[in-house]
């Protein structure tokens, strides 16, 4: 919570009060500054705003005071959502009859069909032939969707039709008989609706389907998320979606910017291994259709669904191997697969002004078909050749968060219990993948090793592309893309792990990165000035490779007691020195303490309860606990093997929110929180940390990681040992912090464990083996 400490009173129950009142009301404090101001005093942060609704309000400003008071005047402005009456609306349905779609595809000898066409003739032919079978047997019904809650059906229309009689009847005819017939009818009307909406929120607890979910929570918000009409630069709102969409395109497009041809490194290495051409089997063609229409993405530019992939797999594999194929040998992309839809993003700050949002990018789906095969074999290919760095744990398979901040905390802590400081510079570059110059990467793509065919699909994959913002049913005038790997594709992110590949290289000091999110650690009393040089190293890669930084948002964390307190620079700037920073997710202090994360993760965990609570009111405790362990309980545990604090508050705090969870379904006359566990059948909170902890250490320990982690423990070979062969060897620690870590945490608890479980086949076994051993120990 913004500038609030707790305890406010130590030991007071009025503070325990005001704060349980806060989290379970999904309050957030939005005031940062201080609002009382006196001559000779600390300015003080007395004056606060707290709301539920985060989209309410925008722009809150500080202003003098009014009269002789000595508090600020704050102003800000009202997002209001005026509900209007609803009225029925008629809604078309298109039902589509799949199986006379396949039976018009399998009538084409595609192979004849496409002789002597190119490329983009035959994406043209195949795709009038697709869209026109399924528009041919698409019958579109026509139905009345009234403005009521998704579980009244027509039965409960009727009943409470029913009950609207009843009352005309006694209106007619008052008598005592009447009134009672009406009250016991209403009573049964609203038995009936609770039913119903049980029923309701039931079945969409258990849906595997999550935009549901977030479809029925945003239904119970009081301001409905959405683009407005926003701002324009002379400070007039846009009059129209339309005017919208243009100018946030006016915006996304300004990201982008011309490459310039200054001089850079142009000696490629011509006798490391190259891969030039990209092998496509119809198997592989139909595995991928597979793979993705299981994803259910949005469709692009073609409106080619997953939907329609998933129910004509077989007929349309042929046609889009041949198209494929076809792409890879003549270097040449259908228009629509260089176009993308994009759908605009709110994130924070002034709900009106374009800057605010960011952009999502919808590409055809039978592009990504494509690129998911030049991936997969791109990517074997680059590890092979050692291209990734070692240190790149971004959009790699079995890299994630958790594999960069193990080995980050891993030296961190190390270097506390040492007594040596570390300075850490974390480093952002402005717009990275919109940013990136396309020569540029075409010279680090051959300069890797991607050759001929490939690199030639590569260039005109990143050549020609073009896109258009959506804003409700409107579109914005197409833009070009001048730059960038291209947002929303499956090849994109690889491209610029590539474009990045070289940086670590150049630098002395430790690095560790996840895509375009870079940091650099040393020590500042070994070596003062390496940290510096290789800042200023970055810096004039940056400027060399077109991809700037942007200062703003690079900051320093010093770790340690006796820090010294060097300040960096880039570009003559002073960096901003913070004392807490948001790592992957992950907030780290500058004690390495975790108090901080812990309770942002809780904020966040207790405002997805409360919209559980708020929207979901007649579940069963089955469907509570389902939403929990869906929705919550990944908040909780995002990173866990990463941080642990031993401070009772902490774990308290942890245990309150599961506590608060276990409350959905139940009224002011619950059972016990232990009662309730055990209803749920779920562990305590800890017990299921420790269980996080057990699991990543034997994937660690098995190796499977491509990551080398298991340096973070030492395998203890003492023969004489009894137990199983991947026991641990003690460490010796002097604080706290290095304690906490992974390694020593779960000492005691993983060398106990029995050989048959240390040595299971698979994660799958490991973890029923363990959650057996609980159950029998417990």
Excluded at 298 to 311: K, R
Excluded at 587 to 614: E, P, R
Excluded at 747 to 769: C, G, H, M, Y
Aim: aromatic share 8%; proline share 5%; net charge positive.
């Amino acid at each position: 919570m913004t500038h609030l400490s707790w305890p406010i009173i130590p030991n007071s129950p009025y503070n325990e009060n005001i704060l349980d009142s806060i989290l379970e009301g999904n309050l957030n404090q939005l005031i940062t500054k201080p609002t009382r101001i006196r001559q000779n005093q600390a300015p003080s942060q007395t004056d606060l705003i707290f709301t539920n609704d985060l989209h309410l309000l925008t722009n809150i400003e500080y202003l003098p005071p009014l009269g002789k008071s000595d508090h600020l005047t704050i102003a800000s402005k009202l997002q209001i959502h005026v509900a209007q009456a609803k009225n029925a609306i008629i809604k078309r349905i298109n039902r589509t009859n799949y199986d006379k779609v396949r039976n018009d595809l399998a009538l084409i000898s595609w192979n004849s069909a496409f002789n002597s066409l190119n490329t983009s003739q035959m994406w043209k032919l195949f795709e009038t032939k697709l869209s026109s079978s399924v528009k041919k047997h698409t019958s579109t019904i026509k139905i009345k969707v009234l403005p009521q809650k998704p579980w009244i059906n027509h039965h409960l229309l009727k009943l409470i039709k029913q009950k609207k009689r009843i009352w005309e009847a006694y209106k007619r005819s008052p008598s005592e008989n009447k009134y009672l017939d009406h009250r016991r009818f209403s009573n049964h009307v609203v038995s009936e609706l609770k039913k119903a909406r049980k029923i309701f929120e039931d079945n969409l607890a258990k849906s595997e389907s999550s935009k549901k979910f977030y479809k029925y929570i945003r239904s119970s918000l009081s301001t409905k998320v959405g683009i407005p009409l926003l701002r324009k630069p002379d400070g007039n709102l846009c009059l129209s979606n339309k005017e919208t969409a243009d100018l946030l395109a006016d915006e996304f497009h300004s990201n982008y910017s011309l490459e310039t041809y200054g001089p850079f490194l142009k000696t490629i290495v011509s006798n490391r291994n190259s891969l030039s051409n990209i092998i496509i089997t119809e198997a592989a063609i139909k595995e991928t259709l597979k793979e993705i229409a299981k994803r259910q993405s949005a469709p692009g530019p073609d409106n080619i669904t997953c939907q329609v992939i998933n129910a004509c797999i077989e007929e349309i594999t042929t046609p889009i191997f041949c198209i494929t194929k076809s792409s890879i040998e003549d270097a040449t992309l259908p228009r629509q697969w260089l176009t993308a839809n994009v759908i605009p993003i709110y994130k924070k700050g002034d709900k009106f002004a374009p800057t605010n949002y960011r952009q999502i990018s919808l590409t055809s789906i039978i592009c990504k078909v494509l690129e998911t095969i030049i991936y997969k074999q791109m990517l074997t290919f680059l590890l092979h050749e050692k291209i990734i760095p070692d240190c790149q744990h971004g959009f790699l398979p079995g890299g994630s968060t958790i594999t960069n901040m193990l080995v980050c905390v891993n030296d961190w802590t190390l270097a506390l219990d040492s007594e040596q400081p570390r300075d850490i510079a974390y480093l952002d570059f402005s717009k990275a993948f919109d940013r990136v110059p396309k020569e540029r990467l075409l010279f680090k793509l051959q300069s890797a090793g991607i050759r001929g065919k490939l690199l030639n699909w590569i260039r005109a994959f990143l050549s020609n592309r073009t896109f258009k913002v959506r804003v409700g049913s409107d579109f914005s005038q197409i833009r070009p893309v001048q730059n960038g790997v291209p947002q929303g594709s499956i090849l994109g992110p690889l491209l610029f792990l590539v474009f990045t590949s070289d940086i670590p290289k150049l630098i002395h000091s430790n690095i560790a990165m996840f895509a375009d999110d870079i940091k650099l650690y040393s020590n500042p009393l070994k070596d003062p000035g390496q940290l510096q040089s290789d800042l200023t190293t970055i810096k004039h890669w940056s400027d060399a490779w077109l991809l700037p930084l942007n200062q703003d948002k690079c900051t320093i964390l010093r770790l340690g007691k006796d820090n010294p307190c060097v300040n960096y620079q880039i570009n003559d700037t002073t960096i901003k020195v913070v004392a807490e920073q948001v790592d992957l997710g992950i907030t780290v202090t500058s004690d390495l303490s975790w108090s901080s994360h812990i309770n942002k993760i809780c904020q966040k965990a207790n405002k997805m309860l409360y919209l559980i609570g708020k929207t979901f009111q007649h579940i069963s405790y089955r469907s509570a606990k389902k939403l929990y362990t869906t929705y919550v309980r990944p908040v909780l545990e995002f990173g866990g093997p990463v941080w642990y604090s031993s401070h009772v508050s902490d774990k308290n705090r942890l245990e309150l929110t599961q506590r608060q969870a276990t409350r959905l379904s139940f009224g002011t006359n619950r059972p016990s929180y232990e009662e309730r566990l055990r209803l749920w059948n779920l562990p305590t909170f800890d017990q299921r940390k420790k269980r996080g902890d057990m699991i990543i250490t034997f994937r660690i320990l098995h190796g499977h990681f491509p990551v080398d982690l298991q340096t973070l423990f030492t395998i203890n070979d003492d023969a004489r040992l009894r137990g199983h062969p991947l026991k641990l060897k003690k460490e010796k620690f002097k604080t706290s912090t290095r304690q906490n870590f992974l390694p020593n945490r779960i000492f005691d608890t993983w060398n106990n464990l029995p050989q048959e479980i240390v040595e299971a086949r698979t994660t799958n076994s490991f973890k029923n083996a363990y959650d057996d051993l609980n159950v029998a120990n417990n």
